[in-house]
């Protein structure tokens, strides 16, 4: 499985940015996937993660009622719409697939290449 995400940026705080993952070369309605964020200096983090039907998703309580995680299977695609950024949101944002819902960094099995969102103050 190949992903590809885009949508980074540069952005006030408050502002809002749309991130998408286009997957290939797997059935992508039998993943799950996720959003994963890593700050400079910082541990890779968990954001948000979708289920393959994209009936169940899960949020990083930090992100809640802030950003949206959302999937089109026909398209291949995850999305992550962040609305009312801060400049903590600032880091490298990855997409991954994983088999189980609430996943984690260790248990990823394809990552994405990061997409650079900055928030400034």
């Known amino acids: 499985v190949q992903l590809q995400a885009s949508g980074g940026g540069l952005v006030q705080a408050g502002g809002s940015l749309r991130l998408s993952c286009a997957a290939s070369g797997g059935t992508f309605v039998r993943y799950a996937m996720g959003w994963f964020r890593q700050a400079p200096g910082k541990e890779r983090e968990f954001v948000a993660s979708?289920?393959?039907?994209?009936?169940?998703?899960y949020y990083t309580l930090s992100v809640k009622g802030r950003f949206t995680i959302s999937r089109d299977n026909a398209k291949n695609t995850v999305y992550l719409q962040m609305n009312s950024l801060k400049p903590e949101d600032t880091a490298v944002y990855y997409c991954?697939?994983?088999?189980?819902?609430?996943?984690?960094?260790?248990?990823?099995?394809?990552w994405g290449k990061g997409t650079q969102v900055t928030v400034s103050s």
């Open positions: 979708i289920s393959g039907s994209g009936g169940t998703t």
């Open positions: 991954a697939t994983d088999r189980i819902l609430r996943m984690e960094p260790g248990t990823v099995d394809h």
